[in-house]
């Protein structure tokens, strides 16, 4: 099999690039078009400059929320992680006869 030559697989890398990069900007696209169509249908938002006035006063809020997510999935995740590295041991009582 003839070996390719490095500029043509330079070539070829860059046109992948060029479809991946592609491909992300169709993807942002469809997620921003998803996230924009939950807010207008949640709370009936038609024009964008209510939509921007309404994320302007809810701002610090949400800020405050996502911090609140990120802490208790952050502790959520050292918990399991400290059950999974514990082995399970099983205490016994200890008996006292009289």
């Known amino acids: 099999m003839a070996k ?3 500029a ?4 070829d890398l860059k046109e992948q690039m060029k479809k991946l990069e592609q491909q992300l900007k ?3 696209k469809k997620r921003d078009e998803e996230l ?8 009936d ?5 209510t939509a921007r006035l309404i994320i302007e006063s809810l701002k610090s809020d949400v ?3 996502k ?3 990120s802490s208790n999935k952050t502790n959520n995740q050292t918990t399991e992680n400290t059950n999974t590295e514990s082995p399970n041991r099983q205490e016994t009582p200890s008996a006292t006869l009289s």
């Open 8 to 11: 043509k697989k330079i070539n």
């Open 26 to 28: 169709e993807q942002e």
């Open 4 to 6: 390719k030559d490095p």
């Open 67 to 69: 911090e609140s997510l």
């Open 45 to 49: 938002i038609n024009d964008s400059e």
């Open 63 to 65: 800020d405050s929320l």
């Open 36 to 43: 924009g169509k939950l807010f207008r249908e949640e709370w």
